[in-house]
């Protein structure tokens, strides 16, 4: 018979496809390409070091065995890398890569496993639970709509939720941008699609991720001269849910990446989920042609719960505990904790921990105090005013002075004070805080919190004004 390498590869493929799930042979068997036969050695063409990196990793023994079975025992494989240089030239230059180790040999038997890898060499996505030939979906199974009651506060999204899980892309919901205030339960919505998705469409390659991870993997990616790498992983993703989307607020670089990702997505009919604290009407610094893309689905905010839906929360979770508490205890709760669903659900357990601990029966006297404990404790988010307000009134002057454009030093290190308290106690991206501190871009921002640290540690006087704004902040 004439081997040749399209031929050799091909019987290899066919093997690797009836032993290997459908998505890991589409994701990274597919792109492959074989290039030459010489003797026992065939050589095959990737896209990338990370592709190879991967192959290494979790294929290297089902390639053993297809390659054996087409070439004997002495065959060998030889990874080609399509390289783009970083000069727009698209001309690919070839490397040899053996398929062990490093060292200076031009190939060797595939059955050696590659355990030296050093750490910058694993997968730079840096996705905790990526193994095998799946890819986690990072799902809490504990998230459905089931334990998601329904009520007038949050109906429009938990409908549109169900609806894009039933059918993953194929709605007009897409993205579908669910946003409302802390603790209302955007988490818990956007993990219950995943979780629906995932039971009903197995095949389908679910990824949910924090906007700040996602941040974070885009810098060691830049880092680590993977970016095409990095698009390439959120392009084969066929739900991506995206949590607190805010946080790309003034974040250009990822805004871009994420831009790239979500058109190739969005054109290919893969499904987006994003959850945010505001309405992309509100969300600043946040480029307008991501806005726009926001705004092409739908926006379904959740609303703080209303009496009733707060009693038939608690009811529900008491239930689902196989806890029971009598009607007046739970309306009492439910009365006093009106603004967040986690302090609801925060405050129930308490009361339950209290109550079983203690060994005390479950008392409307017990309930007003772990209520008032609980709301008293419940750590709030200062507004960017307030702090400007306490800054100027500790330095005895009005807000608009501190505000104002004014070089005088006693003014500007108030200024910079509050600068400074605003980056340490909202989520304010610098731009804003900048904004609203008298009209200041980001940069005049960060010089100030690199100001306020620096004299923190080399002036007694000053570090004496941070210490007691703290305080007063902190209350």
């Known amino acids: 018979m004439d081997n040749t390498a399209e031929s050799v590869w091909s019987n290899c493929l066919a093997f ?4 290997i799930q459908p998505q890991a042979y589409k994701t990274w068997f597919e792109p492959i390409q074989a290039v030459k036969l010489s003797g026992n050695a065939l050589s095959i063409q990737v896209p990338s070091k990370f592709f190879y990196e991967w192959l290494e990793e979790h294929y290297v023994k089902i390639l053993k065995v297809s390659l054996t079975k087409e070439l004997g025992e002495d065959a060998k494989l030889v990874y080609v890398i399509k390289m783009e240089n970083t000069y727009g030239n698209k001309q690919p230059f070839t490397e040899k890569i053996p398929s062990a180790n490093r060292t200076a040999v031009k190939s060797q038997d595939v059955d050696v496993p590659f355990n030296n890898k ?5 997968n730079p996505f840096v996705i905790p639970g990526i193994r095998n030939v799946k890819i986690e979906s990072q799902l809490n199974p504990s998230y459905t709509f089931e334990n998601f009651l329904e009520g007038d506060s949050n109906r429009l999204a938990r409908n549109a939720g169900i609806a894009v899980a039933n059918k993953p892309g194929g709605t007009s919901f897409n993205p579908l941008l669910i ?3 802390v603790g209302l ?7 219950a699609i995943g979780v629906d998705i995932k039971d009903k469409y197995p095949e389908k390659t679910v990824l949910y991720i924090s906007a700040e991870k996602f941040t974070q993997q885009y810098i060691d990616s830049v880092k680590k001269n993977n970016r095409n790498d990095f698009i390439h992983f959120y392009q084969i993703i066929d739900v991506l849910i995206i949590d607190d989307v805010q946080f790309l607020s003034g974040k250009t670089g990822t805004q871009d990446v994420f831009f790239h990702i979500f058109n190739h997505l969005h054109q290919n009919g893969k499904q987006v989920v994003l959850t945010s604290d505001k309405a992309p009407v509100d969300m600043q610094d946040i480029e307008q042609r991501l806005l726009s893309r926001f705004k092409w689905g739908l926006s379904a905010e959740l609303q703080t719960p209303d009496f009733e839906t707060r009693v038939s929360i608690l009811k529900n979770k008491l239930y689902r505990d196989g806890v029971e508490m009598p009607e007046d205890i739970i309306e009492y709760v439910a009365k006093h904790i009106k603004t967040n669903v986690r302090e609801l659900e925060g405050a129930i357990i308490s009361l339950i921990a209290q109550s079983s601990f203690n060994r005390k029966e479950i008392t409307i006297n017990l309930a007003k105090d772990i209520v008032e404990k609980f709301v008293k404790n419940t750590k709030r988010e ?5 702090i400007q307000k306490v800054v100027s009134d500790y330095f005895q002057m009005d807000v608009s002075t501190l505000q104002s454009k004014t070089r005088k030093r006693h003014i500007v290190q108030a200024r910079q004070l509050a600068m400074f308290f605003a980056k340490k106690y909202t989520k304010a991206s610098l731009a804003s805080i900048g904004s609203q501190i008298g009209q200041r871009d980001h940069a005049t921002v960060l010089h100030a919190c690199k100001t306020v640290d620096n004299l923190s540690s080399t002036d007694k006087q000053f570090r004496k004004y941070v210490e007691d704004l703290a305080k007063k902040l902190s209350l």
């Not at 690797?16 to 032993?19: P, Q, R």
């Not at 050093?118 to 694993?122: A, D, G, M, T």
């Not at 200062?382 to 307030?386: M, N």
Request: proline share 4%; hydrophobic share 30%.
């Open 382 to 386: 200062v507004s960017i005013d307030y």
């Open 16 to 19: 690797i496809k009836d032993n």
């Open 179 to 181: 946003f409302g205030g």
């Open 118 to 122: 050093s750490p910058e060499l694993k």
């Open 185 to 191: 339960g955007k988490t818990h919505l956007a993990h």
